[in-house]
């Protein structure tokens, strides 16, 4: 089996970089003996990787420099590389829904691809993954969801319907049994989708599934969670 971790020189030419190690590795494929090398550093928090095979296939980790529509620059090994972002490429967390503005300047980043047979230091990725924002996002379902358990612990009831009549403070909730309320959205109220992330209540569309909780005053509802569990992310 081929060694994973290979850096072509023939594509990218040398990388002058200092503190870098190389280790000369030999292994067998089926079709007979391949060079390979591995660039590894001393270790950090986020270490910077470059991995590349003898087909162009490549591995990279590293910092955004700049971000832009359809294309990111990332300071890695060898320089900054500028890293093609097509509509066939994955972008994760799924919760960035492939916008690629939702990344920030600084946020360590991996990606994978191809080496472009074009333009130097180039990669045209089918994978992007920012680790920087993934952490975020983790830590606002975590807190929005431990908000929420404080607030359902104290709130008298749920209501489950859809929305429709949308404005920018209310809504009106049609539960299945055909029970309409309407829902006043304050500035503290806690919105969210499914994946328990922050979200507008302008993002909410008529007929989308609603849980919402609060108090019910003569069928007005004083929400003070509102979850679209239509919208994922």
Known sequence: MMKKIALTFGALGLLSVAGVAFAQTTSTT?????????????????????????AGRVLMRGTIASVSSGVLTINSWGG???VNVGSGTRVLPLSANND??????????GVEGTVSQTASFTVDATLVRDWTYRTAVTQEQKQNIQSARGIRNSSPRDY???????????FTLTTAN??????NVASGTEVVNRNWL????????SGDNVRVYGVNASG??????????????
């Open 198 to 205: 922050t979200l507008s209540l302008s993002s909410i569309n």
């Open 30 to 54: 089926d079709t007979g003996t391949v060079q390979s090398t591995t660039v590894t550093s001393s270790p950090q928090t986020h270490p910077m990787i470059l991995e590349v095979g003898s």
């Open 220 to 233: 007005t509802v004083a929400a003070q969670i509102v979850r679209d569990v239509t919208i994922t992310h």
């Open 80 to 82: 900054t590389w500028t």
């Open 100 to 109: 690629l503005t939702q990344f920030k300047n600084g946020d360590f980043v």
């Open 160 to 170: 489950i319907g859809t929305a429709s009549n949308l404005n920018g403070t209310s």
């Open 178 to 183: 055909g029970t309409s309320y309407t829902v």
